[in-house]
């Protein structure tokens, strides 16, 4: 075979690796249409009771840490800024409206040590349960984002975060 023609088999393979990742990655974002994220602003008078800088790390299926979900605003990492105020949650990602999570919406949050590809330290991780819009069935689903925090401690997120949850949601992923 000829350089030439291996170069060209070569190109084909490639070419046709990224178009199934790319056709998986669509499929994948289509699946998760059906879910709507909350985005908006705290309700007026809401006092921020802490905030912390972090890294977005992923959104997975409830209790799946491995099984993102390409939900529309939370399908890729990103810088974030994490807000607590006494009316909820709001998350600031990078080029992305606010989102912000009512105390009804949280259902838990914990530590963790791996989310998708990302293993840090033992519960260096924040894993944050809530409900998400399901316009497929008109009702909520649990989802699971998980947030690295940059300049304190997972254990300092919960904690802040402790007043708006629900229930807790275990230890570790």
């Not at 009512?102 to 791996?114: F, H, K, L």
């Amino acid at each position: 075979m000829s350089r030439e023609i291996s170069l060209i088999v070569v190109i084909a393979i490639a070419v046709a690796v990224l178009g199934l990742l790319a056709w998986a990655w669509v499929r994948r974002a289509g699946r998760a249409r059906r879910w709507i994220v909350p985005v908006g602003d705290a309700p007026a008078g809401a006092v921020v009771l802490a905030s912390f800088p972090g890294l977005y790390v992923a959104t997975t299926a409830h209790e799946a840490p491995l099984e993102r979900l390409a939900i529309r605003r939370l399908g890729f990492r990103s810088r974030v800024d994490i807000v607590v105020t006494d009316a909820g949650l709001a998350l600031d990602l990078t080029g992305q409206p606010r989102i912000f999570l009512t105390p009804d919406r949280i259902v838990g949050a914990s530590q963790s040590t791996v989310a998708i590809d990302r293993v840090v330290e033992r519960d260096g991780l924040v894993r944050i349960a809530w409900n998400i819009d399901d316009a497929q069935t008109g009702g909520t689903t649990i989802v699971d984002s998980y947030l690295r925090p940059q300049n304190s401690s997972a254990r300092a997120v919960i904690d802040a975060l402790r007043p708006l949850t629900t229930t807790p949601t275990g230890t570790d992923a």
